[in-house]
RNA sequence: GGAUAGGUGGCAGAGUGGUUAUGCGUGGGACUGCAGAUCCCAUCUAUUAGGGUUCGAAUCCCUACCUAUCCUCCA
């Protein structure tokens, strides 16, 4: 299946041609861990998760490697107003994002690179752009000289010359150009460090994730993914590094960047303070509700997040896992081929393959629901066989199908189901009522088919 | 100020030149003892504003206004 990629170099929808034959090489920048991670955060996750997922459904062998930033000004300044060691910051947030991602069904990622595993990479790899004649020493650090590199701003569309420094430029009175970035950062007194050929110290941002790909993927790899506000400066840095070592035409070869979600008018971020965790996200809504919200939209564009769209989306999310159900224990009789689910499922997928399009593949499998919830009492055996196999890959790919437990195998509960029967073939509604709000209360749904009751664990 | 995306019905959110997406909500109907779920019909008579191109524009062009993100750590 031909397979296109809306590319955020040049921002184009391009086929998408992995390196080697069938194999995949994903790069998608982690998080730094000094604290918990909020649901804007968890967009990237998931969409990247779905993403990883759809590519394995067709074929492809993905090694998608996560970077965890492990080493930060952020985790020292966290572990100082904690006065902890920083290890336990990162210990604490890194188990918690497990966690956290976990939770959300994120079960995609190949490897996890801690920054901190790779300070030897990094060490030679800042040696080698010295070497270049790209990289200079300065009293406080080594940084990147911006101006060697020519494609500085390709990425992002910015013109080095128009680049307005901004108030807070790190105070180094030894940087050529504002725009330099940071490579190493020598230590101050009481912060972490390795020891470097510039003295003790600790890597900048940029380069963590250049040393991470080069040493697992080699200078060049497929897909780079992040949020749309790493572009820049973290991405183009992230490109002049590695480009400026492999003299290579390209650092990924497709770039993918998420789009922000906003509360209200902001994006959500840590700075601002208006953030949602993961943890509380999920005490309020399925996991299902998110990851359909988080995916019933471009990935490229922003989302509001509003406790009214979780509500639609979790009804949405209702509809389909009934669906689901009521397939589950369909046993009609009706002839094969009442339904089309190939015809579905291909559009699914040729949904998906168009640019990543989950918004057009949803709908996809909301026209199915409609269509066989209109002859679910006759469905046949094929076409009942055909839509659970579909909705499982679905779910598999997207995870927003809430498997509701079959009810079957309690005998107190057919039991009460039977006496309630027995209570409305007898027209005892009041009794039949207490009984159906015994069981609605044990977490018992029930749903009355003639004089059949299906039931089923909520 | 520069860069990059956008401005669609009550809400969310598709649609890149020509049959009123989709979901949620709302109203009605079918079904049900009543519910619930489901289906059907309807509703909301949507395309930021003003020009232009065209037989025809939400879709292309211009102008204005507005919004988000980035230019500083940030998914």
């Known amino acids: 299946m031909k397979i296109l990629i809306k590319d955020s170099m040049g921002h184009k929808t391009v086929e998408f041609k992995p390196m080697r034959e069938g194999r995949v090489k994903l790069f998608v920048c982690g998080p730094t861990v000094y604290n918990l991670i909020h649901i804007g955060n968890a967009r990237l996750f998931i969409v990247f998760d779905a993403f990883a997922k759809f590519l394995r459904s067709q074929g492809f062998e993905v090694f998608y490697v996560q970077n965890i930033t492990d080493i930060d000004d952020k985790i020292i300044k966290e572990a100082k107003e904690e006065n902890k060691p920083w290890k336990e910051i990162v210990a604490r947030y890194l188990s918690q994002y497990f966690k956290d991602t976990s939770s959300l069904g994120i079960d995609s990622v190949s490897l996890f690179a801690r920054a901190t595993n790779y300070i030897e990479e990094i060490i030679d790899q800042i040696k080698r752009l010295i070497l270049a004649g790209v990289a200079y020493e300065t009293t406080d650090g080594v940084y990147f000289e911006v101006s060697k590199f020519t494609d500085y701003g390709r990425l992002s569309g910015q013109q080095l ?104 008018e902001d994006k959500m971020s840590k700075s601002l303070g208006n953030i949602i965790t993961v943890a509380d996200a999920l005490k309020k809504h399925s996991v299902q509700a998110l990851r359909f919200f988080m995916l019933n939209t471009s990935f490229d564009s922003p989302l509001h997040y509003s406790e009214e769209s979780l509500a639609a989306a979790e009804e949405t999310v209702s509809r389909i896992s009934e669906f689901y ?115 609605l209360q044990s977490g018992v749904a029930i749903q009355d088919n003639g004089p059949d009751t299906e039931w089923w664990f909520t």
Not at 217 to 236: A, K, Q, T, V
Request: no cysteine.
């Open 325 to 439: 159900r009521k397939l589950d224990s369909a046993r009609g009789s009706g002839k094969a081929g009442m339904v089309d689910v190939k015809r579905s499922r291909d559009a699914f997928m040729d949904a998906m393959a168009n640019g990543f399009d989950t918004h057009a593949a949803m709908t996809v499998v909301l026209d199915l629901v409609t269509e066989m919830n209109r002859t679910m009492d006759r469905i046949g055996t094929r076409d009942r066989k055909e839509g659970i196999e579909f909705m499982n890959e679905v779910d598999s790919i997207l995870g927003i199908v809430r498997k509701i437990g079959t009810g079957k195998g309690s005998e107190i509960v057919e039991k009460m189901i039977s006496a309630r029967n027995e209570a409305r073939k007898k027209g005892s509604y009041a009794l039949s009522d207490e009984l159906r709000s015994i069981l």
């Open 161 to 264: 010359d128009k680049i307005r420094p901004g108030a807070r430029v790190e105070i180094s009175e030894d940087k050529r150009s504002p725009s330099d970035f940071v490579l190493w950062k020598k230590m101050k007194p009481g912060e972490p460090y390795w020891e470097s050929p510039w003295g003790k110290g600790r890597p900048g941002w940029h380069i963590e994730d250049t040393a991470i790909t080069e040493a697992l993927f080699g200078p060049e790899y497929d897909i780079h993914g992040g949020g749309s506000d790493l572009i820049f400066p973290h991405h183009e840095a992230e490109i002049a590094q590695m480009r400026s070592l492999s003299k290579s035409g390209y650092l990924s070869r497709y770039w993918m960047h998420v789009a922000m979600l906003n509360m209200k």
